[in-house]
């Protein structure tokens, strides 16, 4: 019964490095989704379903229900996944990754979503600037937001495009939805996030019936406080190790 850590945008598995140096399970996987340091297969057209039905089929080559992570967009298509087989799915545990009709695009998201502005803005991007935006607004430690960067390749350029574009009107589309899910949740939210605001953490929360664990940090808990993350990940699992 393996625990599963599901990255977002714009990461790799890398991004859950400090939280698993803090965790004592040692069967836990941190996987890179399609396009993410990872290939595509043939035909993979990295949109929002397809990312769903990708995790599906390599979840049910487990045999077993697991307990299922994700940040950011990994929230979100572990959620999805939650709510479309909870057979899947022992346990849930995620954020800074809302699912609302009532959530708002960030600036950003937006110019990923237009064709003309967000294919200049992939072809413009330069590591070290990013690097240094993404630490500025996010709070990111420098060197880890260096790393980042560093892995953000024309695939993955490709792959975020694709995905923000298959996902306008996401959160009205899948929301209903998670009141299918029937795993014991937990939401984890870095509370300072200007891009994922605590508002729709909460939302998350009622929907899923779940507690809310405000973070005293930005977008990105797994480099801000990898050992608190850990800690309410391993709680979690133990108050429900006989589900």
């Known amino acids: ?103 708002v695009w960030h600036p950003l998201a937006k110019i990923w979503q237009d064709r003309v502005e967000g294919d200049r803005y992939m072809s413009e991007l330069r590591a ?11 709070d990111v430690p420098l060197p880890l937001a260096r790393e980042m960067a560093s892995r953000v390749d024309d695939t993955m350029k490709d792959a975020v495009l694709k995905l923000y574009r298959s996902a306008v009107s996401m959160g009205a589309e899948w929301e209903p939805a998670l009141a299918d899910v029937t795993a014991p949740c937990v939401v984890f939210w870095g509370a300072q996030d200007p891009a994922c605001q605590i508002e729709f953490g909460r939302r998350l929360g009622d929907s899923l019936r779940s507690e809310v664990i405000e973070m005293d940090c930005n977008h990105w808990p797994l480099l801000q406080r990898p050992a608190e993350v850990a800690e309410i990940l391993e709680k979690h699992w133990g108050a429900h190790s006989g589900a």
């Open 1 to 103: 019964m393996p625990a599963i850590l599901v990255h977002g945008v714009p990461d790799t598995q890398h991004v859950w490095d400090g939280v698993r140096r803090h965790l004592t399970r040692s069967d836990v996987e941190a996987w890179n989704l399609p396009g993410f340091g990872a290939e595509r297969p043939a035909g993979f057209g990295s949109t929002k379903e397809e990312y769903a039905d990708w995790l599906i089929e390599r979840l049910e080559r487990i045999g077993e229900p697991v307990d299922l992570v994700g940040h950011d967009w990994g929230c979100i298509l572990t959620l999805r996944v939650a709510s479309l087989r909870p057979d899947l799915v022992r346990t849930w545990a995620g954020g800074n990754g809302p699912i609302s009709a009532e959530y």
């Open 128 to 138: 070290e600037p990013f690097a240094e935006e993404v630490s500025a607004g996010f």
